[in-house]
């Protein structure tokens, strides 16, 4: 979507544990669950493919029984509107990749991290978190297409291109990203994802040289390998 569109930036949000159904989506998509009260999906509609311990030994008889579980369940869902909406549902037989037609000429593919994108394009486009993922141009032109709205990227540069971390005010509620940009002392932010409560061991989940937040220890450590190399 994001090359695909031409955008300046993309941002994807998503819920915290237990707090997805004041979801509007949620609440239509409850509705798709709904139709499978009832439903049996046979695992072996074509055959047994899985031997007594669960693994597979066939893999063309597990493709079979795979499609005819996704063919009876968009037959399914195809039946009813969400919200006055149609729903068009299709199966897909096989895995494809959305960048498999995106280059990177500026980074190395053959980088520490086994991805059709490689780490250093990730490192230097975008903010990962524990529930969100921002995605913005870089001022590369042989990387990036020049960006579209001056006035978003002059108060996306206060915070080196990106939305700020959350901002919990003395009421326990939360900033609007936008006005902690334009009104908050940016050297008063806080951390990404410090506000998660599960988050005990915060320190370990930065850069021990640059104090960079990621919300994985395996991603500090492809961090660290690429940008501080010893």
């Known amino acids: 979507m994001f090359y695909e569109f031409n955008l300046d930036y993309l941002t994807v949000r998503t819920h915290t544990p237990y707090h997805s159904a004041y979801n509007p989506v949620e609440h239509g998509m409850a509705t798709l669950s709904q139709k499978l009260a009832g439903i049996v999906l046979p695992i072996d509609k074509y055959g ?16 079979k029984n795979f499609q005819y579980a996704g063919e009876t369940l968009y037959n399914l869902w195809n039946w009813d509107p ?14 494809t990749s959305s960048f498999n037609n995106v280059t990177f000429p500026e980074y190395d593919t053959n980088n520490i991290v086994k991805s059709t994108i490689p780490w250093k394009w990730l490192e230097n486009h975008t903010k990962m978190c524990q529930y969100s993922l921002d995605i913005k141009k870089c001022d590369n032109i042989s ?6 709205c001056k006035d978003a990227t ?25 006005y902690t940009l334009e009104f908050y002392d940016i ?6 994802d410090m506000h998660c409560p599960f988050l005990t061991n915060y320190k370990k989940l930065c850069c021990s040289i640059c104090d960079t937040y990621f919300p994985t220890s395996s991603m500090v450590t492809l961090h660290v390998k690429s940008q501080h190399p010893r």
């Open 154 to 178: 002059n108060l996306l540069a206060l915070n080196n291109g990106f939305l700020p971390p959350l901002v919990k005010e003395n009421d326990k509620h939360y900033l609007n990203l936008i």
């Open 82 to 95: 969400i919200f006055g909406n149609s729903v068009i549902t299709h199966y897909i037989d096989q895995h």
């Open 187 to 192: 050297n008063k932010l806080p951390g990404y």
């Open 48 to 63: 047994i493919h899985l031997n007594s311990q669960g693994e597979v030994i066939n893999q063309e008889l597990a493709k």
């Open 143 to 148: 990387c990036c297409m020049p960006k579209c």
